[in-house]
């Protein structure tokens, strides 16, 4: 990726929905290039796909969990087990794997603390081999965004 590709793909995070004429415009292209362009980040796997940036308030799901989860064993089977199960989790946004004392962090969206029960009780419980959980609820968020930085 040259500084042009990186121009490209932090516009188009900005705006997905921008029409190929503004994109160039923006990038100081031509249409045709730019075009091609974007088609070869598609091509390569750099853009993934477009979506809709939804808030989580007005959808219905205005509780924002962050879930750190660590295992009793860090077996082969045991870590297959939780990533394919939490996968199929509709309320995690976001699983990641992390160094230091915890194993895991989830984002969670859920409409209410019963809610939360519930997912915690109903499916995370029954995966099995949780050694421990621990739960930061978001109170405010200072920003949000998915326009990554640009590398130095």
Do not use: W
């Not at 082969?76 to 989790?89: A, G, H, L, T």
């Amino acid at each position: 990726m040259d500084q042009k590709d990186r121009d490209i793909v932090r516009a188009l995070q900005r705006n997905g929905r921008m029409t190929n004429q503004d994109l160039a415009e923006a990038v100081n292209l031509s249409p045709s290039p730019c075009l091609r362009r974007v088609r070869n980040l598609e091509a390569s796997g750099v853009i993934q796909g477009y979506s809709a940036d939804v808030d989580p308030v007005a959808y219905g799901l205005p509780i924002t969990i962050f879930v750190r989860i660590r295992l009793e064993r860090h077996n082969e089977p045991d870590v297959r087990k939780f990533e394919q199960r939490v996968r199929m989790i509709d309320e995690v946004l976001e699983c990641h794997i992390l160094t230091g004392a915890m194993d895991y962090q989830l984002r969670v969206l859920v409409p209410d603390l019963k809610a939360y029960e519930d997912f915690i009780r109903n499916r995370i419980h029954p995966i099995g081999g949780v050694a421990s959980i621990d739960t930061s609820f978001v109170y405010s968020t200072v920003k949000r965004t998915s326009v990554f930085p640009p590398p130095n």
